[in-house]
């Protein structure tokens, strides 16, 4: 690619996918964890969450997250996204959940400077 990291990034925000990660491997490294897609069983929540929270060099700026039966004692994970202050957009697909421990857990989510949109 002849264009900075940077403004691939730009264009991979602005399509909202990881397509351009698969294109070759310079933008797969520069992209590969910008817009990530995870579905998993509650008990798994707390490490993609740990993941998400852990990897440093290219934190996320989109998230979306599908979950089955999440409860309440996996849904606290959930607050910690709190501290990506790259995330940008979040949207929650949570099928059979407990959802008042979900918006409690969420609640740490409102004073996140860089989120913008909040999909439930």
């Known amino acids: 690619p002849d264009?900075?990291?940077?403004?691939?990034?730009?264009?991979?925000?602005?399509?909202?996918?990881?397509?351009?990660?698969?294109?070759?491997?310079?933008?797969?490294h520069v992209l590969h964890l910008r817009h990530t897609r995870y579905r998993v069983a509650a008990c798994d929540v707390d490490p993609v969450v740990n993941g998400l929270c852990g990897y440093d060099r290219q934190p996320p700026y989109s998230c979306v997250l599908r979950c089955v039966g999440l409860g309440k004692v996996h849904a606290s994970a959930l607050h910690r996204l709190a501290g990506l202050q790259s995330l940008v957009q979040l949207s929650l697909h949570l099928l059979r959940s407990e959802m008042g421990s979900v918006l409690e857990a969420l609640g740490a989510l409102k004073g996140t400077a860089g989120l913008r949109s909040l999909t439930l």
Request: proline share 8%; glycine share 0%.
């Open 3 to 28: 264009l900075p990291d940077d403004v691939w990034a730009l264009v991979s925000d602005f399509l909202q996918t990881a397509a351009l990660s698969r294109v070759c491997s310079p933008l797969w």
